[in-house]
């Protein structure tokens, strides 16, 4: 039997500069399932994302899903990608296991934690108030090199991370610190600042940007204040849920998360089509 990719609509450009294409999953002629296919909006033209793949019901768990993963690997190599992504919902087990064993890469994970009515306390000696300007200009010039360090880490090129680095920062924070639905803030113990934490509003959800300990204070539970003052930031907001990211192999951050009740929700993946 032969599985293909049939085009059902033109290659699409999109507002933000991207590219996109919906294919149909036909068996001998016969359709299957379906495909969407587009670039990042995030690193652009080089890397392609797997949108959406379904194969229907009556003809799963015959490898129709990996054909046209694999098929599909093929047109972006034909777009001129040299990189393809992927995100996967922790329920759908089969999905990860067919894109693992094709070759991609868990490069980061998204988790939840549904929040109460009842703020979190900080430990006694821990508060959190807003950053400086004084403060921020360093801040973001670390959370910036951060930010390339972690994606350089996991196979992106540092031109490309520094790029986009920069590009998110102008995104997220176009006022700094009087950034509508953004907060940074500052952790202190006993007078003296330990740690800070960019949170959000995101999809009707509150969204730790960034979180980091202080060095020189690490291993003294701080971490977790910081998280639990992201949850009060959220009750407060009166938002249901809070969300966060996680890069993988940053091990004790992904112990902490799940020590606190987070729990994955979705999988991001990439591969090498070079």
Same mark, same amino acid.
């Given at each position: 039997m032969?599985?293909?990719l049939?085009?059902?609509?033109?290659?699409? %450009? *999109?507002?933000?500069?991207?590219?996109?294409?919906?294919?149909?999953?036909c068996?001998?002629?016969?359709? =299957?399932?379906?495909?969407?296919l587009g670039?990042?909006?995030?690193?652009g033209?080089?890397?392609?994302?797997?949108?959406?793949? %379904?194969i229907e019901?009556?003809? @799963? &768990?015959?490898?129709?899903?990996?054909v046209a993963a694999l098929?599909? /690997?093929?047109? =972006?190599r034909g777009w001129?990608?040299?990189r393809? /992504?992927?995100s996967?919902?922790?329920?759908?087990e089969?999905?990860?296991?067919?894109?693992?064993?094709?070759?991609?890469?868990?490069?980061? @994970?998204?988790?939840?934690k549904p929040l109460?009515?009842?703020?979190p306390? !900080? $430990?006694?000696?821990? &508060?959190?108030r807003p950053?400086?300007?004084a403060e921020y200009? $360093? #801040?973001?010039e670390?959370? +910036? /090199?951060?930010?390339? @360090?972690s #994606?350089?880490?996991?196979g992106? $090129?540092?031109?490309?991370? %520094?790029?986009?680095?920069?590009?998110s920062n102008?995104?997220?924070? $176009?006022?700094?610190?009087?950034?509508?639905?953004?907060l940074?803030s500052?952790? *202190?113990?006993?007078?003296?600042v330990?740690? +800070?934490?960019w949170?959000?509003?995101?999809?009707?959800?509150?969204?730790?940007y960034?979180? *980091?300990?202080d060095? &020189?204070?690490?291993?003294?539970g701080?971490g977790?204040?910081?998280? !639990? !003052?992201?949850?009060a930031?959220?009750i407060?907001?009166?938002?249901?849920?809070i @969300?966060?990211?996680?890069?993988?192999?940053?091990?004790?951050?992904? %112990?902490?998360?799940e020590?606190?009740?987070? *729990?994955?929700?979705?999988?991001?993946?990439?591969?090498?089509? !070079?």
């Amino acid at each position: 039997m032969t599985t293909t990719l049939r085009p059902t609509e033109p290659l699409q %450009r *999109e507002a933000d500069g991207t590219r996109s294409r919906r294919y149909q999953v036909c068996v001998n002629s016969r359709p =299957v399932g379906a495909v969407h296919l587009g670039t990042s909006p995030l690193f652009g033209d080089s890397v392609a994302r797997i949108l959406d793949l %379904r194969i229907e019901e009556p003809d @799963r &768990r015959r490898g129709r899903g990996t054909v046209a993963a694999l098929a599909a /690997e093929e047109v =972006v190599r034909g777009w001129g990608c040299d990189r393809i /992504e992927a995100s996967v919902p922790a329920e759908a087990e089969a999905a990860l296991k067919v894109a693992t064993a094709l070759g991609y890469v868990v490069r980061n @994970r998204h988790m939840e934690k549904p929040l109460g009515d009842t703020a979190p306390e !900080l $430990p006694a000696g821990s &508060r959190g108030r807003p950053m400086t300007s004084a403060e921020y200009g $360093p #801040w973001k010039e670390l959370d +910036t /090199e951060s930010f390339v @360090r972690s #994606w350089t880490e996991r196979g992106v $090129p540092e031109a490309e991370a %520094r790029t986009r680095a920069l590009e998110s920062n102008a995104q997220l924070l $176009p006022d700094g610190l009087a950034t509508a639905d953004m907060l940074i803030s500052v952790l *202190e113990h006993e007078g003296t600042v330990v740690g +800070t934490l960019w949170t959000g509003l995101r999809d009707g959800k509150a969204f730790v940007y960034k979180v *980091e300990s202080d060095a &020189r204070y690490r291993g003294k539970g701080h971490g977790r204040s910081l998280m !639990l !003052l992201a949850e009060a930031q959220g009750i407060a907001s009166g938002l249901p849920t809070i @969300r966060l990211n996680v890069f993988v192999g940053n091990t004790p951050a992904e %112990r902490l998360y799940e020590s606190l009740g987070y *729990e994955t929700v979705t999988y991001h993946l990439y591969k090498s089509l !070079l």
